[in-house]
């Protein structure tokens, strides 16, 4: 087994889909990126720098775990794909459920969760893992996404 660690920043959208669904789908991308904990006697403090290279893609759909209606406080469920160029393509569903809330921010929401991959194509044909999501949207829909993904591949 090979393992392959990745941590990114997406940033996108998401918007809820047409029709009488309780169903957003969410379409963001993230550069190649180095990514730096600082930890000093100011604190803690990260640095995104993009650097070159392909972009990798996210789409997601998300629903109430219940079947109704998303919002804070309501547990939901995402699944989808994370591409990473050409045919190198994840597939991940949740495991138990996310959670959001009202962010300390005003106007923003704030929440997490966790998702088991269930194989890819590409170099993640046969794929098994975990990837956690931290995410925060605004009024807009505009989202940012932190992913931290553990990735085992035959």
Not at 114 to 122: A, D, S
Request: glycine share 18%; hydrophobic share 35%.
């Amino acid at each position: 087994m090979r393992r392959i660690m990745y941590v990114m920043e997406f940033k996108g959208r998401g918007e809820q889909r047409g029709g009488s669904e309780n169903i957003w789908v969410t379409k963001s991308g993230a550069p190649c990126a180095r990514i730096t904990t600082e930890i000093g006697e100011a604190g803690v403090d990260a640095r995104v720098e993009e650097i070159a290279g392909p972009r990798a893609e996210f789409n997601s759909q998300v629903a109430a775990a219940d079947g109704g209606e998303l919002g804070p406080g309501k547990p939901f469920r995402e699944w989808g794909t994370v591409s990473f160029g050409g045919d190198d393509v994840l597939r991940f569903d949740t495991v138990g459920s996310g959670q959001m809330e009202p962010a300390a921010e005003p106007g923003f929401t704030h929440g997490g969760i966790v998702w088991r991959v269930e194989g890819g194509t590409g170099c993640f044909a046969g794929a098994s893992g975990v990837i956690t999501s931290n995410f925060i949207v605004d009024g807009t829909g505009a989202v940012t996404d932190y992913h931290c993904g553990v990735i085992f591949v035959p």
